[in-house]
């Protein structure tokens, strides 16, 4: 899942995005206001993270105009002005939660996954394709009651595979929500990686993950295809 973290706190930013990137999430950081509306307008986000008090732009500002502009994404606000106030001016603005500061990263990922179900979908926390569990909580995989030894960018990638079993990903989506803005589209990367993981998912077993010639890959049963 990618997110978006707006933040003006160097340091806060920088050990909020290792943390998430930790756990699977890839993370586009930026420093105002302005540059989240940039970045939202070209990118599709899983979620977005707001600090209410940045340069340029206040979150409330820029949810304001992230709604305006249609883009759907589930906003986070994160803020230290933790008045009842500003919790209703900030869900009034469009966002869908508030978290404030300061407030344990575990509390945050469990914030964050309550709006992954709630986005465009009810998402169950364990997804199943023949006898593949992907545990979305767990950030595991087990395939015929075996777990699989998965890097965090092999789950990241199976889980996002899992999200849309059956249906056809090209490299450009992959991209999108898998790695950050830090990806060079033009490597070789998420060829490596889904090779890296077809021989932990596959080997031995009935193949799940196939590859669609020009269009991009499938995870499903071939009866599925």
Not at 173 to 197: E, K, M, Q, Y
Request: glycine content about 8%; some cysteine.
């Amino acid at each position: 899942m990618r997110l978006l973290l707006a933040e003006d706190d160097h340091y806060l930013g920088a050990m909020l995005s290792k943390g998430l990137r930790e756990h699977a999430y890839a993370v586009d950081v930026v420093p105002d206001g302005d540059a989240a509306i940039g970045l939202s307008a070209i990118t599709e986000y899983d979620v977005i993270m707001l600090d209410v008090m940045m340069p340029k732009r206040d979150g409330f500002s820029v949810c304001r105009e992230l709604r305006r502009r249609g883009i759907a994404a589930p906003v986070l606000m994160l803020t230290a002005r933790d008045s009842v106030s500003d919790k209703v001016e900030g869900l009034d603005a469009g966002a869908d939660d508030y978290l404030a500061k300061p407030f344990e990263f575990a509390e945050l990922l469990a914030r964050l996954r309550a709006l992954l179900r709630r986005a465009r979908e009810i998402r169950e926390p364990e997804i199943t394709v023949a006898d593949l569990v992907v545990d979305t909580r767990g950030q595991t995989a087990r395939r015929g009651g075996t777990l699989l030894p998965l890097t965090t960018k092999e789950y990241a990638l199976l889980e996002y595979l899992a999200r849309n079993a059956g249906r056809v990903v090209g490299r450009a989506d992959i991209s999108a929500h898998v790695w950050d803005d830090n990806h060079d589209p033009g490597s070789n990367a998420i060829d490596v990686c889904v090779t890296r993981l077809r021989r932990k998912v596959d080997s031995g077993r009935e193949p799940l993950i196939h590859t669609r010639r020009g269009a991009g890959y499938v995870l499903a049963q071939l009866d599925e295809e």
